[in-house]
C-alpha cells in the first residue's frame, strides 16, 4: 500500500461555513490559487447548488486551475449532483462529492428516511453522479455515530455504484484517536470491494481531537485528509492542514507517510486565510500562531542560541517563516518592500505591491519603526478589502471630555461618495452611527475588540468587529495608526461580508443545513 496522502482542502466549503466567515468569489479564486501552488491534491471549493455566488467559485476555479482536483459538493439528490456537474464542466480534474447521512439519528430526524431508502439513495446518487465524472467521492455524514454494519452495507453500495473515494466524517468530532482508527480498519477489512476505493477522513474539531483523529486513521490504511487552512470550519473547525502535514513531516519515524504539500507555502496560506475571513489566528496556534515560534524564557532563550533544536521541533523556514535583519521604515524603498513581504509569505501582483507601498508610506511617516506586524496587519488590512462593495474613505472625529462625540465621515458605497455627520455617546459609537447612517442596515454590533499590533503609542491598533443580522454572523478586521480609522474599516469590512452572506442566502438555505 503507498505511503502518499491525498491531501484534500476544504477551506472553500466547509471552512467558509464556519459562522462568521465567508469569501467572495475573488477571494475564493485568489485562495484556490494559493492552495494550487502549495501543492494541495483535492480543492472541495463549495457546494454549487447552495447559491449562485457558490456555483460562480467553483466554475471559476474549475476554469482556472490546471493541476489540482476540483472538487463541488452535492447532497444525494439529482438536482444538486447535476449543478455540480455544471459548475465542474470547465475542470480538468473535476470530483463531484455527494453525501448523505447514515447514522440512526440523521436518518430517522434530519432525512426522515427508512435505512432501506437511504441505502437507495446512496445507489442511485453515485450512480448518477458517474454519468458526469469519473471522480466520484462518497460520504456518510455522522458516520462516526452510524451503526457499523449498516456503514458496511453502504460503502459497499457506494463502491458499487463507482464512488472512488470513501469519505468516513466525524461530522460532529465526536470520535476519539484509538476508536476512530479502529473503524475505518473495520471498514476496511469487512467491505467486501474495499480494495476499489481510497479511504478518507474528514474529522471536526469538536473536542479538539480533529487532528490526532486525522492522523490515527492514517495507521488503519486511510489514504485521504479532508482538511483546512487554519482548522477554520464550523463550530470548532475541521482538521487544521498545517498541523497535519507537519505533523507528518516532522515524525517521519512514526508517520512514515508523504504529502504533496510544500510546507513553506503554510504561513502565506494562513496569513490569507485569515486576511479574508477577518478571523485572527490565536497567537499560541500550533505552526501559524504569532508565538509559534517565539522563544521568551531565559532558559529558552539561551538553549536556543547554544543549538536551535534545543528548543525547537521544526525551523520557522519549514514553514514559510523567514527571519530577517531588514528593518523597514519611512526611509525604505519599493525594492526592499518586496523583499520584505516575499519573506513574510506575501506573493503580491504589481498592482496589489503598488498600494500596499503607498500605504506603507503613509503608516511610516506616522511611525518611526515598521515592525514584521505593523507590514502584516497593513498587507491583511488591504487584501481583506479588495472587492468591496463599501469602502472607507476619510473620518475626522471631535470628541473630548467636554464635547459631545462627532464623526464626519465619507463612504464609497457601490462606487457613490456619502458624506455625513454623527454623534454618539463617544468617538466609536459616532463613527458607527455615521457608518448606519451612511448605509442603512439591522446588523447588530456583537463584538468590539482592539488590540496594539506592537508596543509603544504610536503603534498600529488592530480592530475586530463581530457584526449579527438574521443569525448570521460576520467578523471584520482593521488596522491603522488612528484606532478609530481601524475601527470604521473593521465595521466596514464586517458589513461587506454581512452583504456577502445575504446575497448567498438569498438563494436558498442549503448551505446552513450543512456541517
Ligand atoms: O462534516 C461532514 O460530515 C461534512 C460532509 C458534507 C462531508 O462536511
Ligand atoms: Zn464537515
Not at 237 to 254: D, F, K, L
Not at 301 to 312: S, W
Not at 402 to 407: D, G, P, R, S
Amino acid at each position: 500500500m503507498s505511503n502518499q496522502i491525498i491531501i484534500f482542502d476544504t477551506t472553500l466549503r466547509d471552512g467558509e461555513q464556519s459562522p462568521g466567515a465567508s469569501m467572495t468569489v475573488p477571494e475564493k479564486i485568489r485562495l484556490a490559487h494559493v492552495l494550487e501552488d502549495m501543492g494541495v491534491d483535492v480543492i472541495e471549493a463549495g457546494f454549487p447548488v447552495a447559491s449562485n455566488g457558490d456555483f460562480d467559485a467553483v466554475s471559476n476555479i474549475s476554469e482556472i486551475l490546471k493541476n489540482t482536483s476540483v472538487c463541488g459538493l452535492a447532497r444525494a439528490q439529482e438536482k444538486d449532483i447535476a449543478r455540480a456537474a455544471a459548475a465542474l464542466e470547465k475542470a480538468v480534474k473535476p470530483r463531484i462529492h455527494t453525501f448523505i447521512s447514515t447514522s440512526p439519528l440523521h436518518m430517522r430526524h434530519k432525512l426522515q428516511m427508512h435505512p432501506e431508502q437511504v441505502l437507495e439513495a446512496i445507489h442511485k446518487s453515485v450512480s448518477y453522479a458517474r454519468t458526469f465524472v469519473d471522480d466520484v467521492e462518497w460520504s456518510c455524514e455522522d458516520a462516526t455515530r452510524s451503526e457499523v454494519d449498516f456503514l458496511v452495507k453502504a460503502i459497499e453500495i457506494a463502491i458499487n455504484a463507482g464512488a472512488k473515494t470513501i469519505n468516513v466524517p466525524d461530522t460532529l468530532g465526536y470520535a476519539i484517536p484509538t476508536e476512530y482508527a479502529a473503524l475505518i480498519r473495520t471498514l476496511r477489512e469487512r467491505v467486501p470491494n474495499a480494495d476499489k476505493a481510497i479511504f478518507s477522513v474528514h474529522c471536526h474539531n469538536d473536542l479538539g481531537l480533529g487532528v490526532a483523529n486525522s492522523l490515527a486513521a492514517l495507521d488503519a490504511g486511510a489514504r485521504q485528509i479532508e482538511c483546512t487552512i487554519n482548522g477554520l470550519g464550523e463550530r470548532a473547525g475541521n482538521a487544521a492542514m498545517e498541523e497535519i502535514v507537519m505533523a507528518i513531516r516532522t515524525r517521519q519515524n512514526v508517520l512514515p507517510y508523504h504529502t504533496n504539500i510544500k510546507t513553506d507555502h503554510i504561513t502565506k496560506a494562513s496569513r490569507l486565510v485569515s486576511a479574508i475571513t477577518g478571523f485572527a489566528v490565536q497567537p499560541n496556534k500550533a505552526i501559524v500562531g504569532a508565538n509559534a515560534f517565539a522563544h521568551e524564557s531565559g532558559i529558552h532563550q539561551d538553549g536556543m542560541l547554544k543549538n536551535a533544536q534545543t528548543y525547537e521541533i521544526m525551523t520557522p523556514e519549514s514553514v514559510g517563516l523567514v527571519r530577517s535583519d531588514i528593518v523597514m521604515g519611512k526611509h525604505s524603498g519599493r525594492n526592499a518592500f518586496r523583499t520584505k513581504l516575499k519573506e513574510l509569505g506575501y506573493d503580491l501582483t504589481q498592482e496589489e505591491l503598488d498600494k500596499a507601498f503607498q500605504r506603507f508610506k503613509d503608516v511610516a511617516d506616522k511611525k518611526k519603526q515598521m515592525f514584521d506586524e505593523d507590514l502584516i496587519a497593513l498587507v491583511d488590512n488591504q487584501l481583506g478589502q479588495e472587492d468591496e462593495k463599501i469602502r472607507f474613505a476619510s473620518l475626522d472625529i471631535v470628541c473630548g471630555s467636554n464635547t459631545e462625540a462627532k464623526a464626519t465621515l465619507k463612504l464609497i458605497v457601490f462606487g457613490e461618495e456619502r458624506t455625513t455627520s454623527n454623534t454618539g455617546s463617544g468617538p466609536v459609537d459616532a463613527t458607527f452611527n455615521a457608518i448606519r447612517a451612511l448605509v442603512p442596515h439591522t446588523a447588530t454590533l456583537q463584538l468590539f475588540q482592539v488590540h496594539a499590533v506592537t508596543q509603544g503609542t504610536d503603534a498600529q491598533a488592530e480592530v475586530t468587529v463581530r457584526l449579527e443580522e438574521d443569525g448570521k454572523t460576520a467578523h471584520g478586521q482593521g488596522a491603522d495608526t488612528d484606532t478609530l480609522v481601524a475601527a470604521a474599516s473593521a465595521y466596514i469590512h464586517a458589513l461587506n461580508k454581512v452583504l456577502v452572506k445575504r446575497e448567498r442566502h438569498a438563494v436558498d438555505g442549503v448551505a446552513s443545513s450543512l456541517n
